[in-house]
């Protein structure tokens, strides 16, 4: 897998951007970039992914540099409730017993913490 | 109301016994997958299936069995041959597997040994 770095930890002020890096300077051309967050003690939910065009949905932007070795996850308005852990992860395609599948690898990702 | 379901929330497990963990889906998804998590540490495969009666093993598969006999219902076993099984188990779902489908999670089992 395209092995992903991201910071320990970031603060944001409520009402602010949240911008939270990633570098993934191993990334394939075939591989694409999903984030994902989890709240304490819950199940990690999807918030967008992309492969080498920036994104945009209700919830953030994805930008990815032009030689997609890094990106960054926008949380435009950040409240008190996108207090969590953000997993920046580079979705690998492999082949294993002549089928193929996706492997999502999480690391320890970002905790960002959004204060008043 | 369509999504993915995990019972029970917590379990506990005494020594040498098996357990099951439930994960049921409603989003009439063909792949799922079981993965577990240490406290402060990221996920990591245990199983996952691309279709009905068939299942493959993940990164951590020993001490784990699993069984796929209906579509919306993936169960895993946690063994007796598993030596640490304290852990928070997550199912998760998309609708294929080869291609970039995004996966969606349960709620998690938080699993303990007595």
């Known amino acids: 897998d395209a092995k992903t770095t991201q910071p320990p930890s970031m603060d944001c002020a409520e009402g602010r951007a949240a911008n939270l890096p990633c570098n993934h300077s191993t990334i394939s051309g075939n591989e694409y970039v999903y984030w994902y967050r989890q709240i304490h003690s819950q199940g990690p939910q999807y918030i967008i992914h992309g492969l080498k065009n920036n994104e945009t949905n209700e919830m953030a932007s994805l930008i990815i540099t032009e030689d997609r070795k890094s990106s960054t996850l926008i949380l435009p308005h950040a409240t008190l409730r996108d207090t969590a852990v953000y997993y920046c992860?580079?979705?690998?395609?492999?082949?294993?017993?002549?089928?193929?599948?996706?492997?999502?690898?999480f690391g320890q990702g970002t905790i960002l913490t959004v204060h008043p | 109301d369509g999504g993915i379901t995990q019972s029970p929330k917590y379990l506990f497990r005494k020594e040498g016994q098996n357990v099951t963990l439930s994960c049921e889906q409603n989003?009439?998804?063909?792949?799922m997958y079981w993965y577990r998590q240490d406290p402060g540490q990221g996920l990591r495969l245990i199983y996952y299936s691309q279709i009905v009666n068939d299942f493959q093993k993940g990164d951590i598969a020993e001490g784990y069995s699993v069984s796929r006999e209906k579509k919306e219902s993936f169960p895993l076993t946690v063994t007796s041959a598993q030596k640490n099984p304290t852990a928070f188990y997550l199912c998760?779902?998309?609708?294929?597997?080869?291609?970039?489908?995004?996966?969606?999670f349960g709620p998690g089992t938080r699993l303990l040994v007595l």
């Open positions: 989003l009439n998804h063909d792949a």
């Open positions: 998760a779902s998309s609708i294929a597997q080869f291609r970039q489908e995004t996966q969606y």
């Open positions: 992860i580079v979705r690998v395609l492999l082949n294993a017993g002549g089928t193929s599948y996706g492997k999502l690898t």
